[in-house]
Each structure stands twice: as C-alpha cells, then as structure tokens.
Nanobody
Framework: QVQLVESGGGLVQVGGSLRLSCQAS????????MGWYRQAPGKEREFVAS????????YYVDFARERFDLSRDVAKNSVTLQMNGLIPEDTAVYFC???????????WGQGTQVIVSS
C-alpha cells in the first residue's frame, strides 16, 4: 500500500506563493506517476498537474500552466508543486495523487488546505 503525506499548505495573500510537497512511502516501486488535484468548497475535485515517472516533463491543466511548477524526485518518490501568483480562486484543499501499478490505481493523500486571501 502506498501512503502519501502532504505538507506546505497555508494562508497567503493574493499574488503570493506557496510550495506543496508530497512524500510517498510503501510500495513505491509500483508508482507510475504523481501529481496534485484540488477541491474547492462546493465543487468537485479537479486535476492540477502530474508527472509521469517515464516522462521528461510534467503535464498541467490550463489554469496551472503559467503559474505553477511541478517537480519530481523519482529516487525519493516525491513531488513538489510550486504555486506562484496565487489568486482567491486557487483556494481549495490540495490532494497529492499517485498512480500505482499497471492499472494506474489512484492513491490519495489526506489533503492540505490552501487559502488565498484578498
């Protein structure tokens, strides 16, 4: 079983930056990709960014492409999401995600809160 532990959320003013980190443990040899999703109050969980272990570059949803940067450390089974130019619409609980095994089963972290205040 893969366990994911997130860190780095918090309260930030508009235009500020935050860095979210996610560390995987247990069964990590089966990880195929890691990334982030988010869920704002009253909304469904949505994809933010991911990095396949076999890819050279991460993949972003449109709203994240210009302001967020996802990096990975395959050896350490971790990913880091650097978020810049934050806006109130970025307020959400951010969840780390891992795709595990050939069937790419989803594993989730417990979530970390990001609040962007104006």
């Amino acid at each position: 079983q893969v366990q994911l532990v997130e860190s780095g959320g918090g309260l930030v003013q508009v235009g500020g930056s935050l860095r979210l980190s996610c560390q995987a443990s247990g069964g990590t040899s089966q990880i195929r990709a890691m990334g982030w999703y988010r869920q704002a109050p009253g909304k469904e969980r949505e994809f933010v960014a991911s990095f396949s272990w076999s890819a050279d570059f991460p993949y972003y949803v449109d709203f994240a492409r210009e302001r967020f940067d996802l990096s990975r450390d395959v050896a350490k089974n971790s990913v880091t999401l650097q978020m810049n130019g934050l806006i109130p619409e970025d307020t959400a609980v951010y969840f780390c995600n891992a795709k595990v095994g050939d069937n790419r089963i989803d594993y989730w972290g417990q979530g970390t809160q990001v609040i962007v205040s104006s």
